[in-house]
C-alpha cells in the first residue's frame, strides 16, 4: 500500500490549529491528534498541572517525547503545541516525517481566541497581550523556518482555511 502522508499544523496559541485540524482530517478521511491532549492522555493531568509540577522544562520533554511519537505514524493530521517549534529536534522530526502548514494569525485573534483558556499557562500572567507579542517575535521565524506551507487564518472560517490547505497540498 503506497505510504500515507501526514499534516503538521503549527502556529502560535490561538492560530485555531486544533479546529483547521479537526477539519482537514474529516475531510481527508486521516487521523486527527493534538500534542497538547495527547500529552494530558498520557500524564492523566492537565496542562495547567504539568507546568505547575515540572515547569515549563518538564512540559517541553513530555512534548519532544510525543512529537517524536506521533511524528512517526502515517496518515495523521497533528495541531502541535504552540511552543513546538522552540525544539529543533522537534522542527527536524516535523520537516522530515511530514508536510508542515504554519497557520499565520495576528495578535489580536490570538488574544480573543486564547483569554480564559486554561491550557495556556504562560497567558496567565497581567499582561497575556505583551507575553503573545514577546513569544510571536521568538517563534514566527521558526514556524516560517519549518513550514513547507504558509496559510493566514485571520478572515476565513476553520472550514474554508482547511479546504484551502487541502487544495495547497493537492491532496
Ligand atoms: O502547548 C500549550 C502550552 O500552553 C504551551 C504553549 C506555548 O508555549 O505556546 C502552547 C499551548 O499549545
Known amino acids: 500500500m503506497a505510504e500515507k502522508r501526514n499534516i503538521f499544523l503549527v502556529g502560535p496559541m490561538g492560530?485555531?490549529?486544533?479546529t483547521i485540524g479537526?477539519?482537514?482530517?474529516?475531510?481527508?478521511?486521516?487521523?486527527?491528534?493534538?500534542?497538547?491532549?495527547?500529552?494530558?492522555?498520557?500524564?492523566?493531568?492537565?496542562?495547567?498541572?504539568?507546568f505547575d509540577v515540572e515547569g515549563e522544562a518538564g512540559f517541553r520533554v513530555r512534548e519532544e517525547g510525543v512529537i517524536d511519537d506521533l511524528s512517526q505514524m502515517q496518515?495523521?493530521?497533528?495541531?502541535?503545541g504552540g511552543g513546538s517549534v522552540i525544539s529543533k529536534e522537534n522542527r527536524n522530526h516535523l520537516s522530515a516525517r511530514g508536510?508542515?502548514?504554519?497557520?499565520?494569525?495576528?495578535?489580536?485573534k490570538q488574544f480573543?481566541?486564547?483569554?480564559?483558556?486554561?491550557r495556556r499557562?504562560?497567558?496567565?500572567?497581567?499582561?497575556?497581550?505583551?507575553?503573545?507579542?514577546?513569544?510571536a517575535a521568538?517563534?514566527?521565524?521558526?514556524y516560517a523556518e519549518v513550514a513547507d506551507y504558509t496559510v493566514k487564518?485571520?478572515?476565513?472560517?476553520?472550514?474554508?482555511?482547511?479546504?484551502q490547505i487541502i487544495e495547497l497540498l493537492g491532496f
Do not use: C
Not at 99 to 108: G, H, K, M, N, P
Not at 153 to 163: E, F, I, M
Open 153 to 163: 487564518t485571520d478572515d476565513q472560517s476553520a472550514k474554508a482555511v482547511a479546504n
Open 138 to 142: 521568538e517563534r514566527n521565524p521558526m
Open 121 to 135: 499557562p504562560l497567558l496567565q500572567t497581567e499582561e497575556p497581550r505583551e507575553v503573545l507579542e514577546s513569544l
Open 15 to 18: 492560530a485555531g490549529k486544533s
Open 99 to 108: 508536510i508542515v502548514v504554519y497557520l499565520e494569525t495576528t495578535i489580536d
Open 22 to 50: 479537526r477539519h482537514l482530517a474529516q475531510q481527508l478521511h486521516l487521523q486527527f491528534y493534538d500534542t497538547d491532549q495527547e500529552i494530558e492522555r498520557r500524564t492523566g493531568a492537565d496542562i495547567a498541572w504539568v
Open 112 to 118: 480573543a481566541r486564547t483569554q480564559r483558556d486554561k
Open 75 to 80: 496518515g495523521i493530521v497533528l495541531a502541535t
